[in-house]
């Protein structure tokens, strides 16, 4: 089963920063949180990852709280074409474990 | 194109038919994966290899299914006596072993439908 818990479908307008939830609050100290994308039709995109502190890449904004229970994927300027299913992972690093996916938000990012 | 591929995209068949489906990985990667995915549902690990060896496998891939990867670079899925619960996205993925994350490079799929 997957370890995470995220909220089935939220909605956000083009342009605007697009916030999404991701609770892990049994992730032990050595695993990762990993953040994924699906777009309709084609094989999940790998986002960004953490572990303790804060990232940012070119794609998004991880933010993790202190306690590591939970995270959330900042999309700064949300597309139409970041309408996707995101995957919320924990997972240890390395060789350790594979990535279970759960079922994921499904983002509308209307105009 | 550098990406993961995998062939064919599409497969339809007859149920009791044997299928098997190919995945190119990226050149540099050791690690290849396979993953089944349903409607609605999110990707369902099958089976991961490095280099040649199959090192996992889940209780999902039952005897009628086999994966290998002959030389360490591309891999084939086969199911035997196809079922209608076999009809799914295969997905597959690659990685470098070395990396510290699990940054996963997955193909487009082959979306296998079983009449």
């Known amino acids: 089963d997957a370890k995470t818990t995220q909220p089935p479908s939220m909605d956000c307008a083009e342009g605007r920063a697009a916030n999404l939830p991701c609770n892990h609050s049994?992730?032990?100290?050595?695993?990762?949180v990993y953040w994924y994308r699906q777009i309709h039709s084609q094989g999940p995109q790998y986002i960004i990852h953490g572990l303790k502190n804060n990232e940012t890449n070119e794609m998004a904004s991880l933010i993790i709280t202190e306690d590591r229970k939970s995270s959330t994927l900042i999309l700064p300027h949300a597309t139409l074409r970041d309408t996707a299913v995101y995957y919320c992972?924990?997972?240890?690093?390395?060789?350790?474990?594979?990535?279970?996916f759960g079922k994921g938000t499904k983002l509308s990012v209307k105009p | 194109d550098t990406g993961v591929s995998q062939n064919p995209r599409h497969k339809i068949t007859k149920r009791g038919q044997n299928v098997t489906f190919r995945c190119d990985p990226i050149s540099e990667h050791n690690r290849l994966y396979w993953y089944r995915q349903t409607l609605g549902q999110g990707p369902e690990f099958l089976t991961y290899?490095?280099?040649?060896?199959?090192?996992?496998k889940s209780r999902l891939l039952s005897d009628r299914f086999s994966a290998e990867r002959p030389k360490g670079s591309f891999s084939t899925l086969e199911i035997q006596r196809t079922e209608q619960g076999d009809s799914a996205m295969y997905l597959c993925a690659s990685s470098f072993e070395a990396a510290i994350s699990k940054k996963l490079f997955f193909g487009s799929g082959t979306q296998l439908s079983v009449l």
């Open positions: 290899f490095q280099n040649e060896a199959q090192l996992e």
């Open positions: 049994t992730i032990s100290g050595n695993e990762y």
């Open positions: 992972i924990v997972s240890a690093g390395g060789s350790q474990g594979n990535l279970i």
